[in-house]
């Protein structure tokens, strides 16, 4: 045997075809020790690599240490597709430079509570990077001029995350709705600065719309249903609304595609709009009226009659809704397995009973359940 094969047995072999190799691997015990065996192979796994992860973490150090390791790791692996910084919130602008030479092979970013990125940093990664897809910007301080770079450098992006960014307004979400005709999912909760009317012409596409905790305006409501595309809507615990109910415009033609709808502790939701979505949401699986105390009979009566699609209903701490209401959802949603229905007082033992003897198929939990829909996690992946 030749005592130089074991240092030579690789050399006739391309990259691509050691990438082959370890990407056939599986185990990632294995995985971690195709590196070992050669610098060589240590090269090709470090090209393998497309994600970078750092997570959350209770340790005010671990960050400090994040700061540290992130330019010597995106030199190592310059193959990333995806990359998420968590927590780093004194990250400046200058790291984004680095992330900025990964170039049209980064797919996803996420900046979860970088306090210290600006616009300017933004524009860097914008720019260098115009095919990403997945953007999130979890508690980042970016203003609209920030925005708008991200919104006319990547045109196909696709999922973007802007929950807790108070400095963005209707302005910005203009410009991304014009700019970015591919738009599937969005996160403006806590975004008080937000009415929704910049939604007005938004892509079709858009078919996730997280709004937790947001001020819409029955105006810019239905620029956001206009769209026509939408699947979820989360609307919960909306603020100052200043219409009169006015919920019933999701129901006017142009959601006839919603899967999803959370109308959590919107307390002023009446029957009217109970009965208008009821009927112009034929598609509606999944629906919350949790705290809705001004629901009534009608109402429930509409979605019992209406709802043939629905099969998870939540009605937590809703005062008005009784046994008149259960009998309506025990007679019709002929889908309906799974009802959430704590702290509902005006239930009697009796109705509840009855409910649970004529329909077997319904399981009622007594525990509150705060999401609706899918994972969002799943989106931003």
């Given at each position: 045997?030749?005592?130089?094969l ?6 006739n ?16 015990r ?23 992860i750092?997570?959350?973490s ?5 960050y ?14 310059p ?14 602008d ?9 170039g ?7 900046l979860?509570?970088c306090f ?7 524009s860097l990664?914008s720019a260098g990077?115009?095919?990403?897809v ?8 970016i203003?609209?001029?920030g925005?708008e770079?991200?919104a006319?450098s990547?045109h ?5 995350n ?30 008080r600065?937000?009415t929704?009317?910049?939604?007005r012409?938004?892509s ?7 709004a937790?905790?947001?001020v819409l ?15 979820y809507l ?20 142009f ?5 999803f ?9 009446s029957?009217?709009s ?18 809705c105390h ?20 939540h009605?937590n701490?809703?005062?008005n809704?009784c046994?008149?209401?259960l009998?309506?959802l025990r007679d019709?949603?002929?889908?309906l ?7 509902c007082r005006?239930?009697?033992c009796l ?9 077997q ?5 007594n ?14 992946a």
């Amino acid at each position: 045997m030749d005592p130089n094969l074991g240092s030579t047995s690789d050399i006739n072999l391309s990259n691509d075809c050691l990438l082959n190799i370890y990407e056939k691997i599986q185990g990632s015990r294995d995985r971690n020790s195709f590196g070992l065996t050669c610098r060589h192979w240590l090269q090709v796994q470090n090209l393998a690599v497309k994600s970078l992860i750092f997570h959350f973490s209770d340790n005010p150090k671990v960050y400090r240490l994040y700061a540290s390791y992130l330019p010597r790791l995106l030199t190592r692996f310059p193959n990333l597709s995806s990359i998420s910084v968590a927590g780093c919130t004194e990250l400046p602008d200058s790291e984004l430079i680095r992330i900025r030479d990964c170039g049209s092979k980064l797919r996803s970013l996420a900046l979860y509570c970088c306090f210290g990125i600006t616009d300017n940093g933004l524009s860097l990664v914008s720019a260098g990077c115009p095919n990403l897809v997945s953007v999130t910007l979890y508690r980042c301080n970016i203003t609209d001029p920030g925005l708008e770079s991200l919104a006319t450098s990547c045109h196909s992006l696709e999922n973007l995350n802007l929950s807790y960014c108070t400095l963005i307004t209707d302005h910005g979400i203009s410009i991304l709705s014009r700019e970015c005709n591919k738009l599937h999912a969005v996160m403006i909760s806590y975004c008080r600065s937000i009415t929704g009317t910049g939604f007005r012409g938004c892509s079709p596409t858009l078919s996730y719309l997280e709004a937790d905790s947001c001020v819409l305006s029955p105006e810019g409501l239905s620029g956001v249903v206009r769209g026509g595309g939408l699947e979820y809507l989360n609307l919960s615990n909306l603020r100052y609304w200043n219409g009169v109910d006015g919920l019933g415009a999701i129901g006017d033609g142009f959601a006839t595609s919603l899967r999803f709808l959370n109308l959590r502790m919107c307390r002023f939701v009446s029957d009217d709009s109970v009965v208008a979505i009821a009927k112009g949401c034929p598609l509606l699986e999944e629906w919350s009226l949790a705290v809705c105390h001004e629901v009534r009979t009608t109402g429930w009566a509409a979605i019992g009659s209406d709802c043939k699609s629905l099969k998870v209903l939540h009605v937590n701490r809703c005062r008005n809704f009784c046994d008149r209401g259960l009998q309506s959802l025990r007679d019709g949603c002929s889908q309906l397995r799974l009802l959430y229905m704590h702290g509902c007082r005006r239930v009697s033992c009796l109705g509840f009973e009855i409910f649970s003897m004529l329909r077997q198929d319904v399981e009622v939990r007594n525990d509150e359940r705060m999401s609706v829909g899918p994972c969002i996690d799943d989106l931003f992946a």
